[in-house]
C-alpha cells in the first residue's frame, strides 16, 4: 500500500501534534457547554477519534453519513445523507468534524441543515482545509493544517474507498488514478 504514495505530506506524529493543539483549543471552547460533536462519516472517523479522546469537557458525539464524491475524484455537487443523527439538534452547540474541506459544498450543506434544525451554535474543525477547491464560502473555525492542490489520502481520506487507515496524509502516485 506504501509504494502506492509518491510522497509524505504531514506525518503520523505532525498529526497527533495538532491534534492535542486543537483538542485543547476545544476543551477551553467549549468548558461548561455540552456540545453536540458530529463526525462526518466516513473521511472523518480517524481525526475524530484522536481528537475527541484529547478533549477534556464533557462532550456527546454522534455522526452523520453524507457522501458527494462517491468515491471518485471529484465531487458530484449533490450531497447526499446516508445516514442522519439520532440526536435532536436544536438549541444544542454543535462541533462539525471534518477530515477535509476541499469545494465546501458538504459543509455549506451541513450548516445549512443544522440552521435550519435550530442549532444554538454551530463550530467547524477540519483537519485539512484546501482553499484552492472552493466553491462556497464556507469557513472553519478550526484548521489542522492546508494542503496544496494535490490528491491526497491518508487518515480517513480515500481514494475509492482505500487509504483510509493510513496513519499519514500522503499524495498519491498520478499512475494509481489517471
Ligand atoms: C470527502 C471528505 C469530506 C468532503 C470534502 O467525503 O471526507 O467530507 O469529501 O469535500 P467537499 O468540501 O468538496 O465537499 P466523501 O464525500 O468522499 O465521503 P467519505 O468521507 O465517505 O469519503
Ligand atoms: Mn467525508
Ligand atoms: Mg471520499
Known sequence: MHDEIQEILISEE??????????EKITNDFDGKFPLAIGV??????????????????IEMDFMDVSSYEGGMKST??????KDLNTQVK???????EDIID???TLSYLVDLFKYRQAKSITIVTLLDKPTGRKSDV????????????????????????????????????EIYS
Open 139 to 174: 469557513k472553519a473555525d478550526l484548521v489542522g493544517f492546508e494542503v496544496p492542490d494535490a490528491f491526497v489520502v491518508g487518515y480517513g481520506l480515500d481514494y475509492e474507498e482505500k487509504y483510509r487507515n493510513l496513519p499519514y496524509i500522503g499524495v498519491l502516485k498520478p
Open 91 to 97: 438549541d444544542r452547540d454543535i462541533l462539525i468534524i
Open 14 to 23: 505532525e498529526i497527533q501534534v495538532k491534534t492535542k493543539q486543537l483538542a
Open 77 to 82: 455537487g449533490e450531497v447526499k445523507i446516508i
Open 41 to 58: 462519516l466516513k473521511g472523518a472517523m480517524p481525526f475524530m477519534s484522536d481528537l475527541l479522546k484529547r478533549v477534556n469537557t464533557h
Open 103 to 105: 469545494s465546501g459544498l
